[in-house]
């Protein structure tokens, strides 16, 4: 389904992804972390086009991320993103925020956005809260929201950065369930995170990143029982 091939990016002379190679097939779950700054958000925006690289190939479904004839923003349509700090539109009611991009790229008429909005809405436990803005929610809710505007869009992957890094301990795990669900029904998922008790939960296989390059690509239980970096095993060590 996501295939990316000795991807490498710098900025100048800094070079942010080396040689970065992994898979991940239809209903994979693989967790990314590593150390801030280690590349991790820009490995994972290069699958939506996010990031544009100097090397290597990037495809999604059959599509060549880096060709210049790729439509990205039919691609992006395709493939949800959820980021750490929600970014829901403010000025917009949460069915508004649900319907937009349906209606807008998608071209759903706007009863039949709001009937698929709703649906995952309440799937999130939000139904309630639709004719909210998103400063009267939580960050927790705020999340569970922007997964749902996601999820709106039928996407054939889901990417998430640090999504409940941002949140209130108490706000992490009713967001993580949501993820635990969507991940036990089959959807492909690539999701940075340090919450390794989630990764345990759903993760097929985990990578870990230091300075740009993938150092780490094993099954989850091979990389909680016997990393094979000494990196790996300092950061486990250090978040355990
Ligand atoms: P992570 O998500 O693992 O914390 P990032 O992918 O955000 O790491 O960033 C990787 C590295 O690239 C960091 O050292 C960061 O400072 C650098 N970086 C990110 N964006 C830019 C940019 N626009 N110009 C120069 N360096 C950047
Ligand atoms: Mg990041």
């Known amino acids: 389904m996501i295939e990316l091939k000795n991807v490498s990016k710098w900025y100048g002379q800094f070079q942010v992804l080396a040689d970065c190679t992994t898979r991940v097939g239809k209903g994979d779950v693989v967790v990314i972390c590593g150390p801030s700054g280690s590349g991790k958000s820009t490995l994972i925006k290069t699958v939506n086009g996010l990031e544009p690289f100097q090397q290597g190939e990037v ?13 990205l923003s039919a691609l992006r349509a395709r493939i949800g993103m959820v980021f750490q700090n929600f ?3 403010p000025h917009l009611s949460v069915r508004d925020n649900l319907t937009l991009g349906q209606t807008r790229v998608l071209g759903r008429s706007l009863d039949e956005a709001t009937a698929k909005g709703l649906q995952y809405l309440d799937r999130v436990g939000l139904l309630a809260q639709q ?3 998103p400063s009267q929610l939580s960050g927790g809710q705020q999340q569970r929201v922007a997964i749902a505007r996601a999820l709106s869009m039928d996407p054939i992957a889901m990417l998430f950065d640090e999504p409940t890094s941002a949140l209130d301990p108490e706000m992490i795990n009713e967001v993580l369930d949501v993820m635990v669900g969507l991940a036990q029904e089959g959807m492909t998922m690539m999701v940075v995170t340090h919450e390794m008790g989630f990764a345990r939960k759903v993760a097929g296989r985990i990578l870990f990143m230091d300075h740009g390059r993938i150092v780490e690509d094993s099954s989850t239980q091979e990389f909680f029982t016997a990393p094979r970096s000494e990196r790996a095993r300092e950061f486990l060590a250090r978040i355990l």
């Open 87 to 89: 970014e829901l539109f």
């Open 131 to 133: 004719d909210k803005y």
């Open 59 to 71: 495809t999604v479904d059959g599509i060549a991320v880096g060709d210049k004839k790729t439509d």
